[in-house]
């Protein structure tokens, strides 16, 4: 049997430990210069003596909290870090972060820099420290590790793609934040922001906020200027645009990446949404170059 067409899937070890209770990991190093670099990622467990003092790292901190709470000083500001909440570190900064040793913290969290990164921050308009409360970010977040622990070919790839969608999101939530948008309404949203690529479900956003289809719909339109639906459907084109745009990946890649059943049905979708095939608006783009 000709297996030279299976994928190959490498359980990634961990460093080796650090002080405290936690995994750490790396991506493998390719031939192939990539457009950013992960320093490392983890997962720190519970562990009340958690503590990093540091005078400034060459590389963005992107965590996390996953359970528990903590501490984070850093630019003259004192943060308290808690389950669902998320923060990004800027280069060459000092800061102090340490767990709640009563209620120690779990946290999953990304090392990185490169140019990719400074073009998405610039992009998302994302610079100097940013800290958000109750990001439901966590299925990113551990799609993000499990690129890292079981690596294959299509790792790097996949795991740009994860920081594109968690660094679109905190732009997201950051703008909703700032708005002072009701409890009801942040809730709706952070779920669309996460949950862009499936099937629209009006009744689960009414169920997340506890409310009748028409007070969410009209929750929502309030805090927002447009419904949940249109709202989904404008996020998931501004990914197919930025995948397009930025990425060399095909449109069958992009189709898949942004949850359609095949090519067939995005082509169709994209066209609705821009006049223009994905293909014709790839071409388009390139030909301003």
Not at 32 to 48: H, N, Q, V, Y
Not at 168 to 191: D, F, H, P, R
Not at 232 to 260: P, W
């Amino acid at each position: 049997m000709d297996h030279s067409n299976k994928k190959v899937i490498l359980h990634v070890p961990p460093l080796p430990p650090t002080p405290f209770r936690e995994s750490v990991w790396v991506l493998p190093q390719t031939e192939l210069p990539m457009p950013f670099d992960l320093s490392s990622a983890g997962i720190t467990c519970r562990d009340r003596n958690y503590r990093i003092v540091s005078g400034g790292r060459s590389y963005y901190v992107l965590e996390y909290i996953s359970a528990g709470r903590g501490h984070l000083f850093i630019d003259n500001h004192h943060y308290q870090p808690a389950a669902g909440d998320v923060y990004l570190l800027p280069p060459h900064v000092p800061h102090e972060y340490y767990t709640d040793p009563a209620d120690p913290w779990e946290k999953m969290w990304f090392n990185i820099s490169g140019e990719f990164i400074d073009a998405l921050l610039a992009c998302y308009r994302l610079p100097g420290v940013v800290y958000l409360q109750q990001t439901q970010l966590e299925n990113l977040f551990r799609q993000g590790i499990d690129q890292v622990r079981f690596f294959n070919q299509e790792s790097y790839s996949k795991l740009a793609a994860v920081i594109t969608h968690i660094l679109s999101a905190i732009y997201q939530l950051q703008g909703a934040q700032s708005q002072k948008a009701s409890t009801e309404g942040v809730i709706m949203k952070n779920y669309l922001d996460n949950h862009w690529q499936e099937k629209f479900d009006l009744a689960h956003l009414c169920a997340l906020s506890g409310k009748s289809v028409a007070q969410a719909q009209r929750i929502f339109k309030r805090d927002f200027g447009i419904t949940p639906m249109a709202y989904q459907q404008k996020r998931r084109y501004q990914m197919a645009v930025s995948y397009l745009e930025n990425t060399r990946n095909t449109v069958r890649d992009i189709a898949m990446l942004l949850g359609f059943a095949n090519e067939f049905h995005f082509s169709q979708w994209f066209k609705k949404q821009s006049t223009l095939s994905p293909k014709a608006y790839r071409q388009q783009f390139f030909n301003k170059e």
